[in-house]
């Protein structure tokens, strides 16, 4: 894998049209978080072709993309363990077809990242670009191995080791530290502290790096596929909740959309910043600083509030008294004492960046054991595959809607007439 990306890099692989200036990642679920996020927490880190990532089998997705390149100069990784996830492969389809309108033998510009062998050569791959990967590896896992190739080659092979050897540290702390300094099992417990004692239904992932704005989504997949289960590793049902609820955006964007509700609403929100030492931008120091300000301010807002009697103080400085003031001052009370945690780290490097995925991954584990679940399954996802296949049929008009029950006939039937 490593000499085909840097082959891929340095020219010596090419497409028909030249030297490859564009790779387009098709897959979905844990073939496309993981490597989209990286790629684009790295971005200081490319220096050769510009990588792009399709998942959703919506037209839209593939057509924005694709309509950009040039296919006789665009690499197609189709990533997908069993080469038969149906919006992988309905896209690769359309990407192959796509490329055949200009280049002889489209599949000689396509790799393939999967378990399934046969069914790579039957698309017309050849094995010396087929990167396989165990059949146990969960695809919210995989990252590290051939699903990140696209990472690779945005980054480059030493990049890449570097991304590795941060998680490889992590997981050295995560099986030697005490449990008392052992970062996973600590962010594990104050999970579980908040989801089954303190009863928080959600996690509010917000990292104040702009380039981290796919980590939520990616946290999304490994904690909520992981530990969203009702059913116990015995088989019997839980009798306490699973996983909470994990969302999130970049500061400062979530400071003018949903802290609002964080801050003030009725509901207690944990809170998990993430805030590097460092920026990129060394021209650009004073925005990391106003940036790092905002961060800080937050988590103080959160523990500490404000009380009535200062909000009291305030309204009176401004000049209200009576009713109206203490109207105005009830607005402007903060509770505080609601919970938040946050990662300090000395710049977001490939390093540092594998270290913070390896953390996440160790604490869904922690809290899977905790919880007596298998954090290793996602049959959640299956009986959705399954209706969509039978319903399919019907919307193309192959097949009728009976046996469908009434409320599904009639969003067939609307559609259908529209």
């Known amino acids: 894998m490593g000499d085909f990306a840097e082959a891929v890099r340095s020219g010596d692989f090419v497409g028909q049209g030249g030297r490859i200036t564009d790779v387009v990642n098709i897959g979905i679920g844990g073939s496309d978080l993981g490597p989209a996020m990286a790629t684009l927490a790295l971005a200081p880190y490319h220096d050769r072709p510009k990588c792009h990532f399709v998942s959703n089998v919506d037209g839209a997705h593939i057509s924005d993309v694709l309509r950009e390149l040039n296919p006789e100069t665009t ?12 919006e992988t492969m309905t896209n690769a389809c359309t990407a192959r077809a796509w490329m055949s309108e200009r280049v ?32 146990w590896v969960g695809g919210r896992y995989s990252m590290w191995g051939p699903i990140g190739l696209s990472l690779m080659i945005a980054i480059g092979r030493d990049a890449f080791h570097a991304f590795l050897r941060g998680a490889q540290s992590m997981d050295r702390h995560f099986c030697d530290a005490e449990f008392h300094e052992n970062l996973p099992v600590l962010l594990a417990l104050v999970g579980i502290w908040h989801n089954q004692v303190c009863d928080y239904a959600t996690r509010a992932v917000l990292p104040y790096d702009q380039r981290l704005s796919r980590l939520p989504a990616y946290f999304q997949q490994l904690e909520m596929e992981s530990n969203g289960k009702g059913v116990a590793m015995d088989g019997t049902t839980l009798p306490y909740h699973s996983g909470p609820i994990v969302w999130g955006e970049p500061g400062t964007n979530g400071q003018h959309a949903f802290y609002q509700l964080i801050h003030q609403g009725t509901r207690v929100i944990p809170c998990e910043f993430m805030i590097a030492v460092h920026g990129h931008e060394t021209d650009l120091q004073h925005h990391h600083t106003l940036l790092a300000a905002n961060c800080l301010a937050q988590s103080e807002a959160l523990m500490t509030g404000r009380s009535l009697d200062v909000a009291r103080d305030m309204m009176a400085a401004k000049g209200f008294s009576g009713d109206e003031l203490e109207r105005q001052a009830r607005h402007r009370v903060f509770s505080g004492n609601r919970p938040s945690t946050t990662l300090v780290y000395p710049q977001l490097t490939p390093e540092v960046l594998g270290q913070i995925v390896a953390l996440y991954e160790h604490r869904v584990f922690v809290e899977g054991v905790i919880l007596g679940i298998n954090s290793y399954d996602q049959w959640g996802v299956e009986l959705g595959k399954e209706l969509a296949t039978s319903i399919e049929p019907i919307l193309a008009g192959d097949a009728d809607a009976n046996g469908k029950d009434g409320s599904t006939q009639q969003l067939v039937d609307f559609i259908q007439n529209n």
């Open 104 to 135: 002889a033998t489209p599949a000689a510009q396509f790799a393939a990242l999967s378990t399934a062998a046969d069914k790579t050569s039957e698309f017309g791959i050849d094995p010396s670009r087929v990167f396989g990967f165990a059949d």
């Open 75 to 86: 690499l197609v990784i189709v990533a997908s363990k069993t080469f038969t996830t149906i």
